[in-house]
């Protein structure tokens, strides 16, 4: 079976400082991977997608950024956080091809202060 | 711009009771509807889905209605139980969408023993 482990699960950072999230997918190959974000009142954010190695797809501008270094490995960072930035961010991953379902990650709750 | 719509911040119900939870959606490209739910703190879980060649989907106590002339769906629960008390997400996606999902901003019920 297939499971996501995304950590830490939560983290308090001051501003200014980085930032890296990591979430790994297994017992699937070749998955579409994603980050979203929850801010405070609102729905849920597509931040980046990724269908492949390398090959990242963002959003929205902002101060983060993502990285795919491995095929079942899926990054967020950030170099300077900013109080904008806290939220509860949420890895997820589809099959390959299809975004029909997305399957969650347990999520990080991020403070910036 | 909100293309999926959520109106309804929160709603309550009684046991045994019946839920429905409303969504609205603007992109008439849509073609597919998705409902997650999620608790505090967890990441989201997919609950059931539709295809825009349905109206109806059903699936034990839940069952999805899609009217496309209205660009409305909406959720049914039935009985509603405690540990239904949740956020619910309405989200979409269309052909071509390049693999992402449109989430609502959420509505939190709460069901009453």
């Known amino acids: 079976s297939q499971t996501i482990h995304q950590w830490p699960a939560t983290l308090v950072q001051p501003v200014g400082s980085p930032l890296s999230l990591e979430c790994t997918v297994e017992?699937?190959?070749?998955?579409?991977l994603y980050w979203y974000r929850q801010a405070a009142g609102r729905g849920l954010q597509l931040l980046f997608y990724?269908?492949?190695?390398?090959?990242i797809s963002s959003e929205v501008p902002q101060n983060l950024s993502a990285s795919r270094p491995q095929d079942r490995q899926f990054i967020l960072s950030s170099k300077k956080l900013l109080l904008s930035d806290s939220g509860f961010y949420l890895c997820?991953?589809?099959?390959?091809?299809?975004?029909?379902?997305?399957?969650f990650g347990s999520g990080t709750q991020l403070s910036v202060l | 711009d909100q293309q999926v719509k959520q109106n309804s911040p929160s709603l309550s119900v009684q046991e045994g009771r019946i839920s429905i939870l409303n969504c609205d959606y603007t992109n008439s490209m849509f073609d597919y509807f998705l409902w997650y739910k999620k608790y505090p703190a967890e990441g989201p879980t997919f609950l059931i889905s539709i295809s825009s060649i349905k109206d109806k989907n059903e699936d034990g106590r839940f069952t999805v209605f899609l009217n496309k002339s209205a660009k409305h769906l909406s959720l049914h629960i039935v009985p509603s139980q405690p540990g239904d008390s949740a956020v619910y997400f309405c989200?979409?996606?269309?052909?071509?969408?390049?693999?992402?999902?449109?989430f609502g901003k959420g509505t939190l019920l709460t069901v009453n023993p």
């Open positions: 017992g699937t190959s070749n998955p579409n």
């Open positions: 990724s269908v492949g190695i390398g090959q």
């Open positions: 989200a979409a996606s269309a052909r071509g969408s390049n693999y992402k999902l449109t």
């Open positions: 997820a991953w589809s099959w390959l091809g299809t975004n029909e379902k997305l399957f």
